[in-house]
């Protein structure tokens, strides 16, 4: 009788182990199933609605003491999103924001940028990319990121921009598009200019779009700064 007892007892426990399995299984597949939830939101950031809490918070993933991100947040900010801070893009979302200084974004023109872009993390702002790139394929568009770019880079103190900025930003915005770029780059290398006023920085940008590569249809007696006339007379000297 005893072995027989043992038996049943043996029988019921496993009885309860099977419960227990069960339960345990039901548990581990809750918890895989909220682990799948949890997962899918992740994917779904990039499409929840927008939220001024979260985008705030966002912010300060990226600023130090003041309210502000600079330059180290800056590049942390560069690498969340996977883009290289020289990258023109950088220069449209500038642009967005409308930020006052470049390597600096203030909490108010973070906000105001990211409200009209409706992003408030790295991927809502990764998935707008393309489109802010395209802005710069519109040639009214580009024209005010152009201008926009020479109050962005100069030093606060100055008028004008210093030459070897003024450089880097026109390689950005025209180095690809403007066939007398590299020339052009030449011509100040070894002009007598040391810095590039608003006017000159806006008649660059006319001048590469409406003069012909080979110089044929400039009028030396148009509207146009001193140094584009020393320019197409130096690449004039030059095809000689």
């Known amino acids: 009788m005893p072995p027989r007892r043992k038996r049943k007892l043996s029988s019921a426990e496993d009885e309860t182990k099977m419960k227990k399995s069960r339960s345990s299984n039901s548990s581990h597949h809750r918890h895989h199933h909220h682990h799948h939830q949890t997962s899918l939101t992740s994917q779904d950031s990039a499409h929840s609605s927008f939220s001024s809490k979260r985008c705030q918070t966002w ?3 990226y600023t130090g003491q003041e309210d502000l ?6 590049e942390k900010f560069c690498e969340d999103i996977g883009v290289e ?12 924001l409308e930020a006052d200084q470049m390597g600096f974004f203030t909490l108010q023109e973070w906000m105001l940028g990211m409200t009209r872009l ?20 519109d040639p009214p568009t580009f024209k ?18 210093d030459l070897e ?3 880097a930003m026109l390689a950005l915005l025209l180095g690809r598009q403007w066939v ?6 030449q011509f100040l290398d070894h002009s007598r200019y040391k810095v590039i006023n608003k006017d000159q920085w806006c008649n660059i940008l006319e001048f590469s779009r409406a003069i012909k590569p080979d110089l044929s249809n400039y009028d030396v007696d148009g509207a146009w700064p001193v140094m584009l006339d020393e320019f197409v007379e130096w690449m004039r000297v030059r095809q000689q």
Not at 180 to 185: C, R, V, W, Y
């Open 59 to 61: 912010f300060q993933e």
């Open 69 to 74: 991100i600079g330059p180290e947040g800056m």
């Open 85 to 96: 801070p020289e990258n023109i893009v950088m220069l449209v979302l500038a642009w967005k």
């Open 118 to 137: 409706q992003v408030d993390n790295p991927r809502k702002l990764q998935s707008k990319m393309d489109y802010l790139r395209t802005l710069l394929n």
């Open 144 to 161: 005010k990121i152009y201008r926009y770019a020479f109050d962005f880079a100069r030093n606060k103190d100055e008028r004008s921009l």
């Open 165 to 167: 900025t003024a450089k």
């Open 180 to 185: 007398l770029f590299n020339s052009f780059q």
